[in-house]
């Protein structure tokens, strides 16, 4: 999807780091998203129902990123949810998959790393259930492919 298109273009950042704030609401307003950015997941859940995709730092003052994407999922099931972490173990990544979680991205990462993470989460995976029916459509493993190519921050 081309970040353009007018119902599909804002993201929402939540990460108590104001540079990683900055920087990746900076990056992605480049590439032409409408970008919202908070410090904790309470702000987080006020301002999320206008975003097509929420970033999420897994470590987030509050409360971790896995519980708060539970959270979004079951209040706004079409809005495609990212994680970010310094931290990323095969554990986290096993649970943020069954979160329905599209996308992981170890820190620090490029901005074009993500920039190309926010399109293909709004193009190819809006929900975990389409996500699941284009797996099978194309014959996938369904073993979080759009991850597994961002957790490296490459």
């Known amino acids: 999807m081309n970040p353009g298109a007018s119902d599909?273009?804002?993201?929402?950042?939540?990460?108590?780091?104001?540079?990683?704030?900055?920087?990746?609401?900076?990056?992605l307003r480049e590439s032409g998203y409408s970008v919202e950015a908070v410090a904790n997941a309470r702000e987080a859940l006020l301002r999320c129902p206008d975003a097509a995709a929420i970033l999420l730092d897994q470590d987030?003052?509050?409360v971790d990123g896995l519980a708060l994407a539970d959270t979004l999922r079951l209040r706004h099931p079409r809005c495609a949810v990212l994680l970010m972490t310094a931290d990323l173990t095969p554990e986290l990544r096993r649970r943020a998959r069954e979160r329905g979680i599209v996308a992981v991205l170890r820190k620090p990462f490029s901005l074009e790393t993500l920039a190309g993470a926010i399109c293909q989460a709004l193009e190819h995976s809006p929900t975990p259930a389409a996500r699941r029916q284009r797996e099978d459509d194309d014959g996938a493993s369904g073993d979080g492919t759009l991850s597994r190519g961002l957790e490296s921050g490459s």
């Open 8 to 27: 599909r273009r804002t993201v929402l950042i939540a990460d108590d780091d104001e540079l990683m704030r900055w920087s990746a609401a900076e990056g």
């Open 60 to 62: 987030l003052p509050d």
